[in-house]
């Protein structure tokens, strides 16, 4: 079984910052990709920033410039510093791997999701 358990989110202010954090546990072997996406109502789920299995990272172009990822590979946990956020942000966030397990599947895993509030 494999876990990625999300913390971080709540309510912030448009311009404020917030820090998500996601760590993945159980029967992992190596993980390949990592990263965050975003659903906001009514819209469909995006990509907001990953780690690729090359190492590179990508953002969303709505983000680059104020959202960070980044990683603790020691941990199996990935981070989500987000800066100067707008009511746009708004969204549930939802933590996802891609990786290998102890039997040597290959599976993708999502998060329960956490809710991203911007407004004043």
């Known amino acids: 079984q494999v876990q990625l358990v999300e913390s971080g989110g709540g309510l912030v202010q448009p311009g404020g910052s917030l820090r998500l954090s996601c760590a993945a546990s159980?029967?992992?072997?190596?993980?390949?990709?990592m990263g965050w996406y975003r659903q906001a109502p009514g819209k469909e789920r995006e990509l907001v920033a990953v780690f690729t299995s090359g190492g590179n990272t990508n953002y969303a172009g709505s983000v680059k410039g104020r959202f960070t990822i980044s990683r603790d590979n020691a941990k199996n946990t990935v981070y989500l510093q987000m800066n100067s956020l707008k009511p746009e942000d708004t969204a549930v966030y939802y933590c996802?791997?891609?990786?290998?397990?102890?039997?040597?599947?290959?599976?993708?895993?999502w998060g329960q999701g956490t809710q991203v509030t911007v407004s004043s």
């Open positions: 159980g029967t992992i072997s190596s993980i390949n990709a």
């Open positions: 996802n791997a891609d990786l290998y397990t102890l039997t040597y599947l290959r599976r993708n895993y």
